[in-house]
T-cell receptor
Framework: KQEVTQIPAALSVPEGENLVLNCSFTDSAIYNLQWFRQDPGKGLTSLLLIQSSQREQTSGRLNASLDKSSGRSTLYIAASQPGDSATYLCAVRWTGFQKLVFGTGTRLLVSP | NAGVTQTPKFRVLKTGQSMTLLCAQDMNHEYMYWYRQDPGMGLRLIHYSVGEGTTAKGEVPDGYNVSRLKKQNFLLGLESAAPSQTSVYFC????????????FGPGTRLTVL
């Protein structure tokens, strides 16, 4: 069964810390992997998308990496800020499938 | 571009009532999706559509119906609402080529009493 797991479910860090969020998935035959941010009571905002052929993608202070062979992706946030507080969701699209499968997310709190 | 929009934003229903949620996208995307999000459950796919006039079941389709009469619109219907359908509903769309990125609407918060 194709599953996506995110650990930890919640993370609390002081402002300025660099942090890593983890996403693991079964079956390495993925098409792409997408990281989303969700603020409380809001919709999902796409942060980064990594294609199967790519190893990483960067946007500002965010860097997402992909290791298909180990079934893992990480989202690295540099110099965290209170405004980064949100839930981060990982979603995988497997090759030949029309749907995204989501993890349950990591809730991040960055304290001033 | 407005992207993906959803109507209404909030709704309260009584058990047994019916309603329709509307999703619209202006990106000319072929694929559209309806998800529900519940605490601790993540996002679960209800129904999806790969083109105008076509629909397919997702993980949790029971109690819901959908229609895609126009490419830009995807409707989600609840014929007889139940308290178990209290949730936040998200619509999404994508173009199934190249990057195949998925874009989400702002959500509809539905409470069934």
């Amino acid at each position: 069964k194709q599953e996506v797991t995110q650990i930890p479910a919640a993370l609390s860090v002081p402002e300025g810390e660099n942090l890593v969020l983890n996403c693991s998935f079964t079956d390495s035959a993925i098409y792409n992997l997408q990281w989303f941010r969700q603020d409380p009571g809001k919709g999902l905002t796409s942060l980064l998308l990594i294609q199967s052929s790519q190893r990483e993608q960067t946007s500002g202070r965010l860097n997402a990496s992909l290791d298909k062979s180990s079934g893992r992706s990480t989202l690295y946030i540099a110099a965290s800020q209170p405004g980064d507080s949100a839930t981060y969701l990982c979603a995988v699209r497997w090759t030949g499938f029309q749907k995204l499968v989501f993890g349950t997310g990591t809730r991040l709190l960055v304290s001033p | 571009n407005a992207g993906v929009t959803q109507t209404p934003k909030f709704r309260v229903l009584k058990t047994g009532q019916s309603m329709t949620l509307l999703c619209a996208q202006d990106m000319n995307h072929e694929y559209m999706y309806w998800y529900r999000q519940d605490p601790g459950m993540g996002l679960r796919l209800i129904h999806y559509s790969v083109g105008e006039g076509t629909t397919a079941k997702g993980e949790v389709p029971d109690g819901y119906n959908v229609s895609r009469l126009k490419k830009q619109n995807f409707l989600l219907g609840l014929e007889s609402a139940a308290p178990s359908q209290t949730s936040v509903y998200f619509c999404a769309s994508s173009r199934p080529r190249g990057v195949w990125e998925q874009f989400f609407g702002p959500g509809t918060r539905l409470t069934v009493l």
